[in-house]
């Protein structure tokens, strides 16, 4: 008899953003006549930039002709982006990153899901607490966290790094040495950024203890400060230690489009059997058996990201977002909260009023003020009592949900 | 210290087509003059038909407008595709499926591969022999598969079942129970069909003995026969006992665009621990933690297949791939060679000449009339002896293959 996979079954039921719908929809039943504004999830909400349309267009007219038409994508992904990608994203940052290095594939999240699958079954996790939920899950489905505890929800197999205002949202180095550690900065959810020289800290670490670090770079196009690396690969020795996870989600608008890329350095190998094994090869084995490519179209619009009309328009977009995370920021300062993020991230993280949990937070802002956003105890132990509000709406509705968070 | 996936390793290193890839460089490069048309790999070369096209530039315009953009998409696929999907795959041939019981995805590849996790790691699966590589090697890469034996290419703990003209591509049903039993038909490689009947005896084996029916549709675009069923879910008893893998590569030729479908009926349950658990349940999950939806865009191209013109476009690309067909089959034929398939499905099995083996047989054929296919026994030691020739490439192509193939 066929059975079901049963780490599967372990993942307690309801995800955050559904329960998080559920509630916002039962209220504005209740209330047909009020404006809600969604602060809440992390999706962009201007349109693909003008080069990126040009780009489509065009590519979807090579895919008409029989002269042009391209079917299976290589499975790494074409050359004109893998090179594009290397060159502007890394190389001429100073990163000594090859084109062969950089997997393209449809999203970030599948890749943040998937690469667990290329290490060992017995690897023991740490996460950075908050965290985006992802990188536990997808172990919890490998059978690699242990047992759940509903009343603290904490996996029993799992470093946990808390990430507080008492450290200043920047974890300690974890004393049980873990195999692989997740590390995103610009952080979701907490929008707080990391140092080159703390992030060389890690980079040490791992490669003293013989760890791996699986940096989440998504939302690097929000650094406005010198100090704060845009790459791992901007430290020395990440080649020997690191996988990087880029994304063209909240830079270039591409939600809806779905585009992202891995980097594994040829550097990374581990012994077995007497032998050395590059992960680089058992991730290109994993796209060469279970992908196919991103689609053609999707890639040439990648592409025409790193043109400089492209550059241009994006540099806009992500200044528009940081209009509304700054008018954010500075409105719950003034309205006496106490802030993080917002500087080099689309989030701002805040202290609920009053030690509320978070989740009466969430009710307290949506029936009293029409605002949505996330309860911080949704990514984690360590974010009860916090609060995630986006700069991913328009400007106007930015400013709308201030003025009523100001008037409570 | 990491440690990498054991089961990667276990992989033998060279994939089929890669090493087809290599011995066909080789050969151009040491003939510069000779001009090689390539009948091997299963990939389309006819142009997106025009209704998919209007409708991708249509998609692409309503990203470019804030009033009409869309960011992400739900993460099991919009509600016109699978509502088109449904009713035109399944309702119309009097096939019980409900909207949401279709997940939409980026690939067949992707599904086939990932649909393994979802089940016990305990789980025995049967394949057919010769066989779709990914099956397999994605249960390897999972830990199920045992011990691979280079000499003889079989996997120590995989029930296979024999595909051979002796049985009429029509393997037995296997005495000892499998948990997971993947069938595709029509055919990849052997080009075969099954009739309703034989499809039922197995949906009736596996309601019987507990076993899961992974049913690949890749080509029912291809049937022509009216005995052979487009879908498992035209056998009684189906929503029991199968998952069905869809795919819009070789009806609409979306190799380079990227959609598919995965089919999960609710009634498709498993005992656990006392209660009833949903395999579909199961899937959502996965697809809600490891995946973020398919592209708008390739969505609404996906929907234009269903318009009238889309289909009337689809029916007259399948209809030039199997004028090609046919005319391989034929010129085989008369060359001498015994053939099977190409009547249902774009694939054309023949036997060697003079009894060489597969690889042989290329040599042969690549050296003397510079054809390219696919040796038989990549697909699995019951394809020794046979060989694989496609009809995705244009008329002209086949015509000069078989005009080659008939001089020697």
């Not at 602060?39 to 909400?45: E, Q």
């Given at each position: 008899m066929f059975k079901p996979n049963e780490d599967y079954l372990k993942l307690p039921g309801s995800y955050l953003f559904s329960t998080i719908a559920k509630k916002v929809n039962a209220f504005q039943q209740a209330n047909p006549e009020k404006n809600i504004i969604r602060?809440?999830?992390?999706?962009?909400?201007q349109p693909l930039p003008p080069a990126v349309i040009k780009a489509l267009h065009k590519a979807v007219d090579e895919q008409a002709d029989p002269a042009t038409f391209r079917g299976y994508a290589p499975d790494l992904g074409y050359e004109f982006l893998r090179h594009a990608m290397a060159e502007n994203d890394f190389r001429k940052r100073g990163c000594d990153i090859a084109d062969d290095e950089i997997f393209i594939s449809d999203g970030a999240k599948s890749d943040s899901g998937n690469i667990q699958e290329i290490f060992s079954r017995d690897s023991k996790i740490a996460v950075c607490d908050p965290v985006y939920p992802v990188y536990v899950d997808s172990n919890v489905m490998s059978g690699r966290c242990g047992d759940y505890d509903k009343e603290t929800g904490i996996w029993s197999n799992v470093i946990y790094m808390p990430s507080t205002a008492e450290n200043n949202f920047s974890p300690e180095l974890p004393k049980e040495v873990p195999d692989i550690i997740y590390l995103c900065f610009p952080n979701n959810p907490t929008g707080t950024a990391i140092t080159k020289d703390r992030l060389q800290d890690w980079v040490d670490y791992a490669n003293k203890n013989g760890s791996v670090i699986i940096f989440d770079a998504a939302y690097e196009a929000y650094i406005s400060e010198d100090n704060v690396p845009h790459s791992i690969f901007e430290c020395e020795g990440a080649r020997t230690c690191a996988i990087e996870l880029r994304s063209f989600s909240k830079n270039a608008g591409f939600t809806g489009l779905r585009l992202a890329a891995t980097i594994i350095p040829h550097d990374l190998k581990v012994k077995y059997q007497g032998s050395e094994v590059e992960m680089h090869s058992l991730w290109a084995r994993r796209h060469g058996t279970k992908y196919n490519g991103a689609p053609y179209i999707v890639q040439r619009a990648g592409e025409a990201c790193y043109s400089s009309e492209g550059q241009a328009q994006i540099k806009e977009m992500v200044a528009g977002y940081m209009k509304n995370a700054s008018y954010i920021l500075e409105g719950l300062k003034e309205a006496g909260y106490t802030v993080y993020g917002g500087v080099n991230s689309p989030y701002v993280w805040l202290k609920t009023k009053d030690n509320m949990t978070s989740w009466e937070f969430f009710d307290y802002l949506l029936e009293n003020a029409g605002v949505v956003g996330t309860p911080g105890s949704g990514f984690g132990p360590s974010g009860e009592h916090y609060f995630r509000l986006t700069a991913f709406g328009s400007y106007e509705s930015s400013v709308e949900a201030l003025n009523r968070i100001k008037k409570l």
């Open positions: 602060l809440g999830i992390g999706d962009v909400t």
